[in-house]
């Protein structure tokens, strides 16, 4: 099975500080990996797609990497604050788009 | 940026009772819909996927005959919940596929079953 591991549920860090995520696959490496916001009693919202080929992905304080020596990407919020309060779910596509997920990390950011 | 509305947002219904919940893409077509549950402080599971002008198809261990899919229009799949039970509360989230591949969510259904 395709297999996708958030190994920390929660993450509580001070503003400011940077967040990291992890998010481990088992078995063959996925053409791409997804990252999604979720908040409570919401949808997941797309943040960034990082592909099999590529080592890094920024988009404004986020940034994510994905390494296939490891089977793994990290997912960094910098600067964080406050409204980065959410549970990230990290997700590989199968079968054309299909998508399994991740259990998802909850980070809460003390002001 | 494409938006992806369920209806309702939330509904409680007695057990027995039939649900329905659309799913629809406000400003793009969509060919290929999925329907994921997702319980208390776990992931999001995939149920089924939703094809425009075909039948749908189930992930393992999703009871077909329970969970009705259909995806009348490009921009419309609809599930409903045959004979609701307790353990059906959930809540349930669409999703549909851009023309860039990328899958857009719906904000969700809560559905209580008592």
């Known amino acids: 099975s395709q297999k996708i591991e958030q190994n920390s549920e929660a993450l509580n860090i001070q503003e400011g500080k940077t967040a990291t995520l992890t998010c481990n696959y088992t078995?063959?490496?996925?053409?791409?990996l997804q990252w999604y916001r979720q908040d409570p009693g919401r949808g997941p919202v797309f943040l960034l797609l990082?592909?099999?080929?590529?080592k890094e992905k920024r988009k404004e304080r986020l940034k994510v990497t994905f390494d296939t020596t490891l089977k793994q990407s990290l997912f960094h919020i910098t600067a964080s604050q406050p409204a980065d309060s959410a549970t990230y779910l990290c997700?590989?596509?199968?079968?054309?788009?299909?998508?399994?997920f991740g259990a998802g990390t909850t980070v809460t950011v003390r002001a | 940026g494409a938006v992806v509305s369920q209806h309702p947002s939330w509904v409680i219904c007695k057990s027995g009772t039939s649900v329905k919940i659309e799913c629809r893409s406000l400003?793009?077509?969509?060919?290929?819909m999925f329907w994921y549950r997702q319980f208390p402080k776990q992931s999001l599971m995939l149920m089924a996927t939703?094809?425009?002008?075909?039948?749908?198809?189930?992930e393992q261990g999703v009871e077909k005959d329970k969970f009705l899919i259909n995806h009348a229009s490009l921009t419309l799949s609809t599930l409903t919940v045959t004979s609701a039970h307790p353990e059906d509360s959930s809540f349930y989230i669409c999703?549909?596929?851009?023309?860039?591949?990328?899958?857009?969510f719906g904000p969700g259904t809560r559905l209580l079953v008592l």
């Open positions: 999703s549909a596929v851009s023309g860039s591949k990328t899958q857009y």
């Open positions: 078995n063959y490496s996925p053409a791409y």
């Open positions: 990082i592909r099999e080929n590529e």
């Open positions: 997700a590989r596509a199968y079968n054309d788009y299909k998508l399994s």
């Open positions: 400003d793009f077509q969509a060919t290929t």
């Open positions: 939703s094809n425009e002008g075909s039948k749908a198809t189930y």
